[in-house]
């Protein structure tokens, strides 16, 4: 489904992707704070299309121009047990901390932060943890 936002005009370009951070406060006051708060906070997003329309922007310098974004899954590594395709789950964050392990963007994905609520589109191998947890390789949307 294609949603309508606005992307920092320094870095709108259709293809580019992006996590969304969240409201901010120095935006109360904007004219356009509906179709920037509208998208989930900390999910995937890819600008498919980019507008003629301007606005000008507290926070991106050189203003803010519509675009036309898709949400994107995430890939990411979840105990074995929920990764049942289909199913919905409560993301939780993994408690491993080794930043050099082949998998550790899988287990502290961009895209899924603790607590969200996410379908599990497509379970896919089993994944070898060097701490012996039981994963899977999913995709979360």
Do not use: W
Request: hydrophobic fraction near 35%.
């Amino acid at each position: 489904m294609v949603l309508i936002t606005v992307v920092g005009e320094q870095q709108c370009r259709k293809g580019m992707e992006f996590v969304f951070g969240g409201p901010i406060a120095d935006c109360r006051e904007c004219k356009v704070k509906t179709i920037c708060f509208h998208l989930e906070q900390s999910r995937r997003y890819r600008v498919v299309e980019v507008r003629d329309v301007h606005h000008e922007c507290k926070i991106h310098e050189g203003g803010v121009r519509v675009v036309e974004v898709e949400k994107l899954p995430t890939e990411a590594a979840i105990r074995k047990e929920v990764a049942v395709e289909g199913s919905m789950i409560t993301y939780e964050e993994t408690s491993c901390n080794r930043i050099g392990c082949v998998n550790f963007k899988l287990c502290r994905p961009l895209g899924a932060s603790e607590g969200m609520r996410l379908r599990v589109a497509s379970a896919k191998e089993d994944i070898e943890c060097p701490k012996g947890e039981r994963l899977r390789l999913v995709l979360l949307d």
